[in-house]
């Protein structure tokens, strides 16, 4: 939805902030999971972020990135789901 408003927003000049939820594991950035592209350059999201100029986001590689994971965070799921009490 991000990426459809900043595509929105671009031609008319609006100013658009994002704010990117991208895989944390460290919260120092020394991990690089949660690494992204703003305006060609290197950023992370824990310690850059989390907003950014939605313009400037390569969203494609956000999206390729957020799905680097998306069968271990599956099964991680499946392990704990059945254990969840609500509580």
């Not at 991000?2 to 609006?14: F, Q, V």
């Not at 989390?50 to 991680?76: A, I, K, W």
């Amino acid at each position: 939805m991000m990426k459809a408003i900043a595509n929105l927003t671009r031609p008319y000049g609006i100013k658009t902030i994002v704010s990117l939820n991208a895989i944390m594991v460290d919260a120092t950035g020394m991990c690089g999971a949660c690494r992204v592209s703003v305006g060609g350059k290197t950023k992370f999201t824990c310690v850059d972020g989390p907003e950014f100029d939605g313009h400037q986001v390569d969203f494609d590689l956000l999206t390729n990135r957020l799905r680097m994971y998306c069968e271990q965070e599956g099964q991680s799921y499946e392990r704990h789901r059945c254990g969840w009490q609500g509580n």
